[in-house]
């Protein structure tokens, strides 16, 4: 899924949406007894965009916390995702594509997060 992204708005949140949305689509069909990991990895994949967007529209240290937030979501996010994979829950072939999706926002958020 590829969202157009606005002049005004973050590049790491259109990632981020893009990886959250993609998360959405990998988890549709978790067997029953990973359910609540999959919960889990819904709630933290859709922290991340909510946050940078949250962000975006703060100034100083409320900005960063939402930024920092942001970013410690995309760790948890991958936590799950190699756990559910690791367990045959869910396509390792696409469930790696999507983290390689929050590397990247994780990369773009620790820029935010550490600029000058």
């Known amino acids: 899924m ?8 973050l590049e790491a949140y259109t990632v981020a949406l893009e990886a959250a949305a993609s998360t959405l689509a990998l988890v549709r069909r978790v067997p029953v007894p ?5 919960d889990q990895l819904i709630r933290a994949a859709s ?7 949250e ?11 939402h930024w920092r937030i942001a970013y410690g ?17 869910i396509d390792s072939t696409k ?3 999507v983290i390689q999706l ?3 926002v994780r990369a773009m958020t620790w820029r935010l997060i550490h600029k000058k």
């Open 34 to 38: 990973f359910k609540t990991l999959a």
């Open 102 to 104: 929050f590397d990247r």
């Open 2 to 9: 590829h969202v157009s992204q606005p002049s005004n708005q």
């Open 47 to 53: 922290s991340v965009p909510a946050n940078l967007a």
């Open 73 to 89: 979501s995309a760790k948890e996010v991958d936590v799950f995702l190699h756990l559910l994979a690791g367990s045959g829950s």
């Open 55 to 65: 962000g975006h529209g703060r100034f100083g240290r409320d900005r960063f916390n």
């Open 95 to 97: 469930a790696d594509a």
